[in-house]
């Protein structure tokens, strides 16, 4: 990411280079600035380090859907993610919404136990 100041002094032309836009991998869609999140594809307190940017609505579909635990163990790819069943609904609805949509994500009664 580039930091504000460093945005500044480059040339617009370079700067409209860099900053192409960032495609989500888990819907496929271009990612607004206003609807960009970082997600640890395995969980902080598990020990994960690096993270992606995802549509904001694609990383609360995760982590309503999933634990942690689920996240660290099988989930750790934006792959694993995109294959699993509950996520192939999520995407299948949500790919033919724009691509700044935002929807308030339901937490998953299947992780209340």
């Excluded at 307190?45 to 099988?74: N, P, T, V």
């Excluded at 996520?87 to 992780?111: C, G, H």
Aim: hydrophobic share 35%.
């Amino acid at each position: 990411m580039i930091g504000k100041i460093r945005k500044k002094l480059l040339p617009p032309i370079l700067s409209e280079i860099i900053l192409d836009p960032i495609i989500c991998p888990i819907c496929s869609r271009s990612i607004p600035e206003s609807q960009k999140d970082a997600h640890h594809l395995i969980p902080k307190s598990k020990g994960g380090k690096s993270a992606e940017y995802l549509h904001r609505i694609c990383h609360k579909q995760i982590h309503a859907l999933f634990s942690e635990s689920e996240l660290a163990k099988k989930l750790n790819t934006a792959e694993s993610l995109r294959n699993h069943s509950d996520m192939q609904a999520f995407i299948n609805w949500v790919k033919n919404k724009p691509d700044d949509f935002y929807e308030r994500t339901a937490k998953s009664l299947r992780n209340k136990k």
